[in-house]
């Protein structure tokens, strides 16, 4: 199944789930097919296909840094919990990459995602509100390569109306997003009501 259909619908998840741990504030074409199939030939299963063209490999994320924000943090990967949701860190201090995703460089959207608080004191996407377009965040891969992204937006949106198909979204160009929680905090639930988004294209 293509991951942006295993995303859709799961972003309100994420979002319901993205909250302070403590509930307070806080291509290369193949070879060209005959015109003409030999007659001993049978057709091939109809799962067996394989595209003629792929994206370029690239390592895996293993660090954050964002210099404007004092974030260098190393990465944890993310993925889905039992009931579909997407995983959240652990530590609010470390953010973590949705590794059913692109890998940072590669075509499409890679989507890290981090805390805004904790019981301790800030979380490590404490300021990403704050950001401004033009700023640069960096991702170091395992290979010794990085990946570099210019933020252009920074949206605040309530959880209720998370973007899905703006964040998941597939696009031919790699992309950064960075997606923590915003707005005011809900005593009731114990979690913000809004998340905070930052769109980043490749500098």
């Not at 015109?35 to 091939?44: M, N």
């Not at 860190?89 to 608080?117: E, K, M, T």
């Not at 198909?165 to 790699?174: A, H, N, T, W």
Request: with cysteine; net charge neutral.
């Amino acid at each position: 199944m293509p991951v942006y259909a295993r995303i859709t619908g799961l972003a309100v998840a994420l979002a319901l789930v993205l909250a302070a741990p403590s509930g307070r504030p806080e291509g290369a074409a193949g070879p060209p097919t005959p015109s003409v199939v030999p007659p001993a030939a049978s057709p091939a299963p109809a799962d067996s296909f394989v595209s003629s063209s792929s994206y370029p490999s690239v390592a895996l994320p293993v660090r954050l840094r964002i210099p404007a924000l004092r974030v260098d943090s190393r990465l944890i990967d993310l993925g889905l919990r039992p009931d579909g949701s997407i995983e959240v860190p652990g530590d609010a201090s470390v953010p973590g990459w949705y590794d059913g995703g692109p890998r940072p460089g590669q075509p499409g959207p890679a989507v890290i995602l981090g805390h805004v608080d904790s019981k301790r004191g800030p979380g490590v996407f404490v300021d990403l509100y704050r950001v401004r377009p033009g700023t640069l965040a960096e991702v170091d891969r395992a290979d010794g390569s990085t990946a570099r992204f210019r933020i252009t937006e920074v949206s605040r949106v309530a959880k209720t109306r998370f973007p899905t198909d703006l964040v998941y979204g597939p696009s031919l160009d790699p992309t950064l997003r960075l997606v923590t929680c915003g707005g005011s905090f809900d005593h009731s639930s114990g979690s913000y009501r809004d998340n905070v988004i930052a769109f980043a294209e490749a500098a």
